[in-house]
């Protein structure tokens, strides 16, 4: 059988994470996996945003591990689609972990594409923000603005 590579391993990391019993599922092992996955350089934006939506949807709080998948994503946060960007920061505010620099990359990341976001990034990005009680004006203007020219879209 041929060795998984990063994509088949989070891929799998992410399905346990939606199944019913997922928290009996994961383990010591899936930890390890996922820390060798964040702190891989060929490791791309989506199987961060997949890494770290996984932690987030298991409530697996290791600030190690986090702190791997976040230091991975500052290196590539001018790849990631507006979805993953939206994605991580949902993450990390699910978990209550704010990792400062990581925040502030995707801010800058989020305005520069906050045209392009569709309502859900937006309102995802906003609330991130909210919960982690990080405070980013021109973010919250660019969201505000993104949002006000997809009012149609809001507000069918």
Not at 36 to 56: E, G, K, M, T
Request: charged letters at 15%; aromatic letters at 6%.
């Amino acid at each position: 059988m041929p060795e998984l590579n990063l994509v088949n391993a989070v891929t799998a990391v992410h399905r346990i994470a939606k199944s019913r019993d997922a928290r009996t599922v994961f383990g010591f092992r899936m930890l390890d996996l996922l820390g060798r996955v964040a702190c891989d350089p060929d490791c791309s934006p989506q199987v961060l945003s997949n890494s770290a939506w996984s932690c987030a949807r298991l409530q697996v709080h290791v600030a190690p591990l986090l702190d791997a998948i976040a230091a991975s994503s500052l290196s590539k946060i001018a790849e990631f689609s507006t979805q993953q960007l939206a994605n991580t920061l949902w993450s990390f505010a699910t978990l209550r972990y704010e990792h400062k620099p990581l925040m502030e990359a995707s801010s800058s990341a989020a305005i520069a594409r906050s045209l392009e976001c569709t309502p859900r990034h937006l309102g995802n990005t906003a609330w991130a923000f909210a919960v982690l009680e990080s405070s980013h004006d021109p973010l919250m203007a660019a969201i505000a603005c993104a949002a006000l020219s997809r009012y149609a879209e809001l507000n069918p």
